[in-house]
């Protein structure tokens, strides 16, 4: 369970949301600027509120009320961004690594090579790897120390088509196996019906409306979403060279 509810005044802008989802994979989509990418930062610590509470399994991150906001480290979150922010001197494993907060290590890491599909790449550097590799790294990483949440922010808008689809199979699997909320941000509505289960959409600072799963099936069902799928997979054809 986690529990959104944030203010924040900038210049031009005033952020004000509040939402709540179980342990399920939410989607915050919109516009740039429409503060999805503010809002997972602030679940994670990187930035602070005016006001504000984030409560997650019943675990007060911040309650600005009662003065509490716990630092990055002791949110016990999973992040995950667009630019990966690897470390390019380390290698595959000493970059999953990084992520385990506990002494034990080895076989922690070597779980989480295998389930990412790293098998034999694990001495390798980031310059050597794939953009598809390296976000399971990425993603790999996120996920080792067990985080109570997983944030993923646009990770996915890197990548080319094909590698994209493909690490959207990879976290839905993921999904599968966890027992804790999941927000991914995009602006790919695609990509939003196609992985969610539940949709809130953005808009100016504020969260305009929110999808539920039965309505999100049902747009999953009309003929116009599978179209709309087929003309982004056309397009990204032609844009590769390749022929209708």
Not at 18 to 34: H, I, K, R
């Amino acid at each position: 369970m986690l529990k959104v509810t944030l203010k924040k005044k900038f210049k031009n802008f005033l952020f004000d949301v509040s939402w709540e989802t179980g342990d399920e994979l939410v989607v915050l989509l919109g516009y740039s600027g429409s503060g999805k990418s503010l809002t997972i930062n602030m679940i994670a610590g990187f930035v602070n509120p005016d006001e504000g509470e984030i409560v997650c399994n019943n675990r007060v991150f911040l309650d600005s009320y009662r003065g509490i906001s716990l630092p990055p480290q002791k949110r016990e979150v999973g992040y995950v961004s667009q630019y990966l922010s690897l470390f390019p001197h380390m290698t595959v494993r000493k970059n999953i690594e990084y992520g385990v907060r506990t002494k034990d290590k080895k076989d922690m890491v070597e779980k989480i090579i295998i389930k990412m599909g790293l098998k034999g790449y694990e001495d390798l550097y980031p310059d050597q790897l794939s953009g598809g590799q390296r976000q399971r790294v990425a993603l790999g990483r996120a996920l080792v120390s067990e985080p109570a949440i997983l944030l993923l922010d646009e990770p996915f808008s890197m990548l080319d088509f094909s590698v994209r689809e493909e690490m959207q199979n990879l976290v839905l699997n993921l999904k599968k196996e966890l027992s804790v909320p999941v927000v991914l941000v995009t602006h790919d509505i695609t990509e939003a019906f196609m992985m969610s289960e539940k949709i809130i959409i953005y808009s100016g600072g504020m969260v305009k409306s929110t999808l539920s799963l039965k309505e999100i099936e049902r747009e999953r069902n009309e003929k116009n979403f599978e179209l709309l799928r087929n003309m982004t997979k056309r397009a990204q054809l032609l844009i590769n060279g390749g022929t209708l």
